[in-house]
C-alpha cells in the first residue's frame, strides 16, 4: 500500500506566500514522478506543477516564476513553494504520485488535498 499526504495550506494574503508539502509512503519500489494539481468546486483539477525522477519539472503557465516544486533527499517528500499569490491560486491543492511497488505495476496514487485559500 502506498500512502500519499499534503500539508502546509492555509489563508494566506494576496501577495503573499506558503510552501505546501507532500510525502508518499509504503512499499514503493520506484517514483516515477510527483505532481501537484488543484481544483476549485465547479471546474476540472488542473495540472500546477510536476517533477520527474530525473529532476526536470514542468509548471502550468499560470504559476510560471512563481510556483517552483522541489524535492528533499529522496523523491519520496516533495514541496511546492508557492509566491506571489493571487485570489485565482485559491483551490484544494493535490499531490500526485507515479509509481510501481514490489511486486506490483505501476499506478498513481492521489493524497487527499489541502485547502489554500488567498483573501484579503
Same mark, same amino acid.
Given at each position: 500500500?502506498? @500512502? #500519499?499526504?499534503?500539508?502546509?495550506?492555509? &489563508? /494566506?494574503?494576496?501577495?503573499? !506566500?506558503?510552501?505546501? +508539502?507532500?510525502? *508518499?509512503?509504503?512499499?514503493?519500489?520506484?517514483?516515477?514522478?510527483?505532481?501537484?494539481?488543484? @481544483? #476549485?468546486?465547479?471546474?476540472?483539477?488542473? &495540472? /500546477?506543477?510536476?517533477?520527474? !525522477?530525473?529532476?526536470? +519539472?514542468?509548471? *502550468?503557465?499560470?504559476?510560471?516564476?512563481?510556483?517552483?516544486?522541489?524535492?528533499?533527499?529522496?523523491?519520496?517528500?516533495?514541496?511546492?513553494?508557492?509566491?506571489?499569490?493571487?485570489?485565482?491560486?485559491?483551490?484544494?491543492?493535490?499531490?500526485?504520485?507515479?509509481?510501481?511497488?514490489?511486486?506490483?505495476?505501476?499506478?498513481?496514487?492521489?493524497?487527499?488535498?489541502?485547502?489554500?485559500?488567498?483573501?484579503?
Amino acid at each position: 500500500q502506498v @500512502q #500519499v499526504v499534503e500539508s502546509g495550506g492555509g &489563508l /494566506v494574503q494576496p501577495g503573499g !506566500s506558503l510552501r505546501l +508539502s507532500c510525502a *508518499a509512503s509504503g512499499t514503493i519500489s520506484i517514483i516515477y514522478g510527483m505532481t501537484w494539481y488543484r @481544483q #476549485v468546486p465547479g471546474k476540472q483539477r488542473e &495540472l /500546477v506543477a510536476t517533477m520527474r !525522477s530525473g529532476g526536470s +519539472s514542468n509548471y *502550468a503557465d499560470s504559476v510560471k516564476g512563481r510556483f517552483t516544486i522541489s524535492r528533499a533527499n529522496t523523491m519520496k517528500t516533495v514541496y511546492l513553494q508557492m509566491n506571489s499569490l493571487k485570489f485565482d491560486d485559491t483551490a484544494v491543492y493535490y499531490c500526485n504520485a507515479d509509481v510501481q511497488t514490489w511486486g506490483s505495476s505501476r499506478y498513481e496514487v492521489w493524497g487527499q488535498g489541502t485547502q489554500v485559500t488567498v483573501s484579503s
